[in-house]
């Protein structure tokens, strides 16, 4: 019995090391968070997934403010993204030239959702 619960312990801590939270449902996102994701269809999604861990041209975006870091090994956060937006990143070129900063702030906080 004893030995049975830890098992059930062990395999729930090994899951919860491997998985990162779900997405919030886009029925529940709220005014700007859903301009935000518009502004990702828009800009983002020839090139990036926001819904499934797989790669397009880019790597998949899910989760990637409840990773430590971005792919590339830099710190995942607003100013390291933002910067990715407007500067580009490697084979990524820069995609910020449509958005004016509100929309960037609402695809960031679309992006948190993620
Ligand atoms: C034309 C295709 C394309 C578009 C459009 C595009 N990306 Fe990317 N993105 C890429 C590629 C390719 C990479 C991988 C770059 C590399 O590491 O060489 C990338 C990498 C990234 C990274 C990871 C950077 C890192 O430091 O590892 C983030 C974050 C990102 N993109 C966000 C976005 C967001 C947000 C948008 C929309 C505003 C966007 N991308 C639009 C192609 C694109």
């Given at each position: 019995m004893v030995r049975a619960c830890f098992l059930l312990l062990l395999a729930a801590a090994l899951a919860?090391?491997?998985s990162t939270p779900p997405p919030v449902p886009l029925a529940?996102?709220?005014?700007?968070?859903?301009h935000g994701h518009a502004v990702f269809q828009t800009n983002c999604s020839s090139c990036h997934y926001d819904r499934r861990d797989a790669?397009?041209?880019?790597?998949p975006l899910l989760g990637v403010f409840k990773k430590p870091s971005l792919p590339s090994g830099a710190p995942a956060n607003d100013e390291r993204v933002t910067a990715t937006i407007l500067h580009g990143h490697g084979l990524m070129p820069?995609?910020?030239g449509?958005?004016?900063q509100q929309d960037?702030?609402?695809l960031l906080a679309?992006?948190?959702t993620l």
């Open positions: 919860g090391c491997k529940q996102l709220n005014a700007q968070q859903m790669s397009l041209h880019g790597p820069a995609v910020g449509a958005m004016d960037i702030d609402d679309y992006l948190h």
